[in-house]
């Protein structure tokens, strides 16, 4: 069992940024991929982004890439979300995720989610 806590989220204007990060207890963080994903109210779940056990591989969904970054820390068994360049269409409840079969954009993969963090873009 893995336990997910997201903190990090809150209200900033358009252009502004935000860190979320995303600590884990439980099992061994460092054996799984994690990924951060996205619900805006009335939309479905969308990927956001994603990074592998070692931190070599990440992947990004098309409306964050270049503005998203996403990190680990595996000493202190936490993910981070670099946000910048925010816009109002950010606004979401942000996800981080576990996943024992490898980093993916596909939330199935995910075996364990956290409870999210509300991240407001105002315009």
């Known amino acids: 069992q893995v336990q997910l806590v997201e903190s990090g989220g809150g209200l900033v204007q358009a252009g502004g940024s935000l860190r979320l990060s995303c600590a884990a207890s439980g099992r061994t963080f460092s054996n799984y991929a994690m990924g951060w994903f996205r619900q805006a109210p009335g939309k479905e779940r969308e990927f956001v982004a994603a990074?592998?056990?070692?931190?070599?591989?990440?992947y990004y969904g098309d409306s964050v890439k270049g503005r998203f970054t996403i990190s680990r820390d595996n000493a202190k068994n936490t993910v981070y979300l670099q946000m910048n360049s925010l816009k109002p269409e950010d606004t979401a409840v942000y996800y981080c995720?576990?996943?024992?079969?490898?980093?993916?954009?596909?939330?199935?993969?995910?075996?364990?989610w956290g409870q999210g963090t509300q991240v407001t873009v105002s315009s």
């Open positions: 995720a576990a996943s024992r079969r490898g980093a993916s954009r596909w939330r199935g993969v995910y075996d364990y």
């Open positions: 990074i592998s056990w070692t931190t070599s591989t990440t």
